[in-house]
């Protein structure tokens, strides 16, 4: 449906409407061959908690489309910051098979800690993501993140944001 190049794109977009309502740049889409089944920016500041990553929320209406249905083709992640590994434990779950990001996020990131996790091997369907890119949109994402860090979100998120642009 998407190229990694289109994919992330569209994940950009969403992360713009959530800057736009002073939320962090994080947004993500979840497809699979024939539509886009769940899209959200993360939700901290309109939600008042904590738990509502972009990746997260993307999955769970994803989720909500699917129920026990199979997806057509393959399930596919794109989010502008490297999943943390919540939310990548959420996709395994849902059964993506490809996860494609645009910025690294070397101190939460959990990519590196998933490609050492050696899945169980009694469940078959519980596996790791086969492909796993990120760098795509790079320069764009960490643009987000400076605008962020300049505006007027919480201290502690603003210096994160700072620390990724």
Same mark, same amino acid.
């Given at each position: 449906?998407?190229?990694?190049?289109? +994919?992330v794109g569209?994940a950009?977009?969403? !992360? &713009?409407?959530?800057?736009?309502?002073g *939320?962090?740049?994080?947004? $993500?889409i979840?497809?699979?061959?024939? &539509?886009?089944?769940?899209r959200?920016?993360t %939700?901290e500041? !309109?939600l &008042? /908690?904590?738990?509502?990553?972009a990746?997260?929320? +993307?999955?769970? %209406?994803?989720? *909500?489309?699917?129920?026990?249905?199979?997806?057509?083709?393959?399930?596919t992640?794109a989010?502008?910051?490297?999943?943390c590994?919540m939310c990548?434990?959420?996709?395994?779950?849902?059964?993506?098979? /490809?996860?494609?990001?645009?910025? *690294?996020?070397?101190?939460d990131?959990?990519?590196?800690? =998933? /490609?050492?996790?050696a899945?169980?091997?009694?469940?078959?369907?519980?596996?790791?993501?086969r *492909? =796993?890119?990120?760098?795509?949109? /790079?320069?764009? $994402?960490r643009a987000?993140? $400076?605008?962020? !860090?300049?505006?007027?979100g919480?201290?502690?998120?603003r210096?994160? +944001? &700072?620390s990724?642009?």
């Amino acid at each position: 449906m998407f190229s990694p190049h289109e +994919a992330v794109g569209t994940a950009l977009d969403v !992360a &713009r409407e959530g800057l736009e309502h002073g *939320e962090m740049p994080i947004g $993500a889409i979840v497809f699979d061959a024939d &539509r886009v089944l769940g899209r959200a920016y993360t %939700q901290e500041r !309109a939600l &008042r /908690r904590r738990i509502v990553h972009a990746d997260l929320l +993307a999955l769970l %209406q994803a989720d *909500e489309a699917l129920g026990f249905t199979r997806p057509s083709g393959e399930l596919t992640l794109a989010v502008t910051l490297e999943p943390c590994l919540m939310c990548l434990g959420a996709a395994i779950t849902l059964g993506v098979t /490809r996860v494609w990001f645009a910025l *690294e996020s070397p101190n939460d990131g959990g990519v590196e800690l =998933v /490609r050492s996790w050696a899945p169980p091997t009694e469940l078959a369907f519980f596996a790791k993501p086969r *492909e =796993v890119l990120g760098g795509i949109h /790079r320069e764009e $994402a960490r643009a987000l993140f $400076a605008e962020y !860090a300049s505006g007027t979100g919480p201290v502690g998120m603003r210096e994160w +944001a &700072r620390s990724l642009s």
